[in-house]
């Protein structure tokens, strides 16, 4: 069983920056790609950025490109999202998930929340103004 944990959650003001962490237990987790998605209040989780299992291909949501990164260190079990130029727009419970049909895949990366699963508990990021 897979056990997904995300952290590096906090408060932090406009134009500050915040690194996620997804931690995975279970050797499995390094070769699928993993998807960060957020859930703001009242509003349904979407879509942030999700990355291949070797790490070579990402895509982002139009919101966060350019401002936000995703990577991994399989070495680790881990995959990152480092956020920078945050804006209070960006306040929401963030997750991390796997996609299990994605296992040593390079293409066809998901940003639909139903391909994913292996869910975090999430972790709060909140920007102020």
């Known amino acids: 069983q897979v056990q997904t944990v995300e952290s590096g959650g906090g408060l932090v003001q406009a134009g500050g920056s915040l690194r996620l962490s997804c931690a995975a237990s279970?050797?499995?987790?390094?070769?699928?790609?993993v998807g960060w998605f957020r859930q703001a209040p009242g509003k349904d989780r979407e879509f942030v950025a999700c990355?291949?299992?070797?790490?070579?291909?990402?895509n982002y949501a139009d919101s966060v490109k350019g401002r936000f990164t995703i990577s991994r260190d399989n070495a680790k079990n881990t995959v990152y999202l480092q956020m920078n130029s945050l804006k209070p727009e960006d306040t929401a419970v963030y997750y991390c998930a796997r996609d299990p049909r994605s296992r040593y895949s390079e293409s066809n990366l998901q940003v639909r929340e139903g391909a994913y699963d292996y869910w975090g508990q999430g972790t709060q990021v909140t920007v102020s103004s």
């Open positions: 990355i291949s299992w070797s790490g070579v291909n990402t």
């Open positions: 279970g050797r499995t987790f390094s070769t699928y790609a």
